[in-house]
């Protein structure tokens, strides 16, 4: 019973990242031409954890979620972009972990006044000095396949929703990546929209 269970619970998160990968692939025929966003009011952990679900059985990284106290934390946003924002911060930790050692990711969401602040933290090899000005650059890459999009993809879609991304890195300890968007307050929006 219990097989079946996850068998469901992971194959319903596959269709959902699919039907995302597919709507993403169809609208992002190049960099400059991220989808318009389709915003939504969404709960925020719920979506994280259907996101860090993709990674649970992941052979080189061990992930936890911590979102204590933040459980209904709403946002206003593109669940889709928002996601795929996620992953690629995720994909990214993983592959900072060198060949020889075990990945240990945390990710983290907490609450900073009005702001959702997101944090995904490697054990990896951290990010040289020399590297760090261009990180979030097109075409910026360290591996020798892909097109070096995804942390430039991650800076547009958050700084879509009025949101910033940034990092913290030490040489051999590892990275942090942060992801800050707005909470959803329906007050402050009803006084906004004078409703």
Known sequence: KEYNEYIERVTSILIEQIDTLSNIATEFSNFAQIPNARNQVFELAGQMKKVIGLFESHDRATIKFNCEGCETILVNADREQLSRAIINLIKNA???????????????????????????????????????????????????SGMGLGLAIVKNIVENFSGRVWFETELEKGTTFYIEIPVYNKENTDTETGN
Not at 123 to 139: A, V
């Open 94 to 144: 993983i592959q900072a972990i060198p060949e020889d050692k075990r990945g240990n990711i945390t990710i983290t969401l907490n609450h900073k006044e009005d702001m959702a602040v997101i944090a995904v933290a490697d054990n990896g090899s951290g990010i040289p000095l020399e590297l760090r000005d261009k990180l979030f650059g097109p075409s910026f890459t360290t591996k020798t």
